[in-house]
């Protein structure tokens, strides 16, 4: 089994900045893509942005300039850094890793971090 702990949710005023952290933990796992997603209520979950294992990045046309992400592959971390945030990305914000183990691949999710942004 492996463990998704999000951390670095808040509030924050329009034109401010979060980074959002995430950390990955086991045994006998190797990560491939590790991602963000988010989900605002009355919304279905989206895609934020993703990174391979190599760091080839996907964003979401919505967050494009204005949100980074990057990873650790000898932490297993990944970070999400926010920049110029708006009231239209207030959402429960989720970490999403890429797991294979052993014979198997699926996906492991975090709780969730909520990211409020006041206009």
């Known amino acids: 089994q492996v463990r998704v702990v999000e951390s670095g949710g808040g509030l924050v005023q329009a034109g401010g900045s979060l980074r959002l952290s995430c950390a990955a933990s086991?045994?006998?796992?190797?990560?491939?893509?590790m991602g963000w997603y988010r989900q605002a209520p009355g919304k279905q979950r989206e895609l934020v942005a993703t990174?391979?294992?190599?760091?080839?990045?996907n964003y979401a046309d919505s967050v494009k300039g204005r949100f980074t992400i990057s990873r650790d592959n000898a932490e297993s971390t990944v970070s999400l850094q926010m920049n110029g945030l708006q009231p239209e990305d207030t959402a429960v914000y989720y970490c999403a890793a890429d797991v294979t183990m052993d014979l198997w691949r699926t996906w492991f999710w975090g709780q969730g971090t909520q990211v409020t942004v006041s206009s």
């Open positions: 086991g045994t006998r796992f190797r990560l491939n893509a």
């Open positions: 990174i391979l294992s190599g760091g080839d990045t």
